[in-house]
């Protein structure tokens, strides 16, 4: 299954997935190849990606919307971190001021941000 995670300044993420799991209004819910089609609202949270060849990466938004196909996923989100690359500790923060930044819950912040963490360390 093919996932486009697009913001404002461009692509975060292109490429071939076998899942993710997105921060839905509703609640977070996984993504399979062949799920059913359906668009929906993104609250500010966490993205996990799973590639296809087993490793994860992890991205945070602020919010956004997903159309979910029978085999591609497009995210447009208003911003995005990922959290990878050589420096995590910097993008893990930056990551963390960005879901700060929209989420009106510390609840929610609270999780988000454990997810990042957790994340982080397993990267």
Partial sequence: MKLELITPNGAIFEGEIKSATLPGAEGEFGVLDE??????????????????DGSKEVVAINWGTAKVEEHKVTILADGAVS??????????EEAKELVKSMSDSDSA???ATAKLESAAKAL
């Fill in 109 to 111: 912040i609270a999780t």
């Fill in 83 to 92: 959290i990878s690359g050589s420096d995590i500790a910097a993008s893990l």
């Fill in 35 to 52: 799920h059913a089609g359906t668009v929906t609202l993104l609250n500010a949270g966490v993205i996990e990606i799973e590639k296809e």
